[in-house]
C-alpha cells in the first residue's frame, strides 16, 4: 500500500508541475503575444542554423525579402510549448540600416553567454545581467524601445540556446512587471488589454537576429629584424 501511496504521490506532483509550467508559459506568451502585430509574417525559428543560412530558411517560411521588412513574429517550441516573441532581422542587404538601443547577447558554444560585455556563466542565469542592460537603456532620454541582438557561436546545443532565450524573456518580462507595478499597481498577469497597450508603449521590445559575422581579429605584426 506504501509504494503504490508513494506512486500516486509521484505521478501527481508531476501532474501538478506540468500544469504550473503550461501556464507559466501561457502567460509569457500573452505578454508578448500583445507585442505582435497582426500584419507581420510569422516564422518559426530553427535553432540547427544561424546567420545567413537561418535568415534564408526564415525568408523561405514567409516568402519575402527581409531586406524589404524585417520585423515578424517568431515562434519555436520548449518543452512541448509553443513560445512566441516579437522579432527584427536585421539582413545584410546594400543599405546598411543603424539601429540604436540594442542589448547584445552572444551565446558561446560552452553555453556561456555574453550580455552587454558581461561575461555570465554557464551554472549561472542571464537574468541579473539582462536586467542590468535593460535598467541601463531605459535610463537614457528617449529610449523606451529595444532590441536584443540574440546571437549564437556554430557549435552551440539548439536545447542550450532555447533555454537561454526563456531566461531572456522572462528576465524582460520581469523588468515590464516592475513599470506594471509603478504605473498601474498591479502585475502585468492582472493588465486589460488597454493597460497592456499603454505599458508596450511605455517599453516595447524585439529579439533581434542578423547574419553579420564577426570579422576576424587583425594578425598581429610580423617583427622586422633589423640589419647590422
Request: hydrophobic share 35%.
Amino acid at each position: 500500500m506504501k509504494k503504490i501511496s508513494h506512486i500516486s504521490i509521484l505521478i501527481l506532483s508531476f501532474i501538478l508541475f506540468g500544469c504550473k509550467n503550461n501556464s507559466e508559459y501561457k502567460k509569457l506568451n500573452s505578454y508578448y503575444q500583445s507585442q505582435t502585430k497582426i500584419e507581420h509574417p510569422t516564422a518559426k525559428i530553427d535553432f540547427t542554423k544561424r546567420k545567413n543560412k537561418l535568415i534564408e530558411d526564415i525568408e523561405t517560411q514567409i516568402g519575402i525579402n527581409l531586406c524589404e521588412n524585417g520585423l515578424l513574429t517568431v515562434t519555436t517550441e520548449f518543452k512541448s510549448e509553443e513560445i512566441i516573441f516579437p522579432a527584427y532581422v536585421f539582413k545584410s542587404c546594400e543599405e546598411f540600416i543603424s539601429i540604436h538601443n540594442v542589448v547584445e547577447i552572444q551565446i558561446n558554444s560552452d553555453n556561456r553567454v555574453i550580455v552587454y560585455d558581461e561575461l555570465v556563466d554557464k551554472n549561472e542565469k542571464v537574468s541579473k545581467k539582462i536586467l542590468k542592460a535593460t535598467k541601463e537603456m531605459m535610463l537614457r532620454k528617449g529610449r523606451n524601445k529595444l532590441l536584443y541582438s540574440f546571437n549564437w557561436e556554430k557549435d552551440t546545443k539548439p536545447e542550450s540556446i532555447k533555454l537561454r532565450l526563456i531566461e531572456i524573456l522572462k528576465a524582460i518580462k520581469l523588468y515590464a512587471n516592475s513599470i506594471s507595478l509603478e504605473t498601474f499597481n498591479k502585475p502585468i498577469d492582472d493588465l486589460n488589454k488597454n493597460e497592456l497597450n499603454k505599458l508596450n508603449e511605455i517599453f516595447e521590445i524585439k529579439i533581434g537576429f542578423d547574419d553579420y559575422e564577426m570579422l576576424p581579429p587583425p594578425k598581429p605584426p610580423v617583427p622586422i629584424n633589423n640589419a647590422e
